[in-house]
């Protein structure tokens, strides 16, 4: 028995480190006023910082005043260089569609230069009743044109069809000197069509590759355009309601979205 005390030590160790990593990252573990302040400060972390506006967008859902003490760091954070914070707060902005701080500063995220960032503010400004995003919603129903950051030669593996996540590594590109860059997804979504295959010579801000949208995207892009649409968005979320490629929600929401649009052009 004695020697065995070792090991059991041991495994008791081991377990309670599991534990303490995953209770310290898990987003549903509640946070004091304290701690959401600390996270929110924390970029180096971004875990911490997201486990904060998680907290911050649930206090905010249950009408609690005490959400507004980090409004200012929560706009501050929309300007901030790391793409992950300026999403995510993009988001969260929406759910307060009373905040005149939020709403200035979705419209600055309008011209950011990622897309995600421009869909999620696009999205949240929905529920504002400002339909400033419309033509970046419309643009989620479209093929994603990406471009090559630099000139060289593409090293790819990637394949028409293929299902990519943000950030899925897409192409190295060698450029003439021997460096090399790495192109990553901007979006998630399906590889529609590669322009240039691998071992081809790239231009800079050349076409290499489009992509299509992820079901969700599309989703909540024709809900947001059943509220903010123009009669000249109905051609394009007509194709989706008529597509045999889509799913049949899609394909319902793009019905939805083509009579809520006629409605409001009647009712105008």
Known sequence: MPASRPILVVAVLFVA????????SWFGRGLTDAD??????DEKNPRHVQHALLQIQQRIERNDSSAKNWYPQIV???GNPETEFRLTVAWLMGFDNKAPEFHD??????????PIVRRNAALALVRFQDGSGRKELASVLRPYVLQAPVAGVVMSSMHEGSTVAR????ARIQQPDGSVVELRSPLPGRIEKIEKPNGSEVLHAEDLLTINSDE???????RGLALVGFPEDLP????????????KRVQEQAKLTVQAINSRLHEG
Not at 17 to 24: E, G, N, S
Not at 167 to 170: D, E, G, I, K, P
Not at 216 to 222: K, M, T
């Open 36 to 41: 959401i302040s600390k996270y929110l400060a």
């Open 17 to 24: 480190a599991t534990f303490l990593a995953w209770y310290f």
């Open 105 to 114: 500063a979705l419209l600055k995220l309008l011209k950011d230069p990622e």
């Open 216 to 222: 969700e995207s599309v989703w909540e892009a024709l």
């Open 76 to 78: 501050a954070l929309s």
């Open 236 to 247: 394009l979320v007509q194709s989706y309601a008529n597509s045999k490629d889509v799913s």
């Open 167 to 170: 950030r899925t590594l897409l």
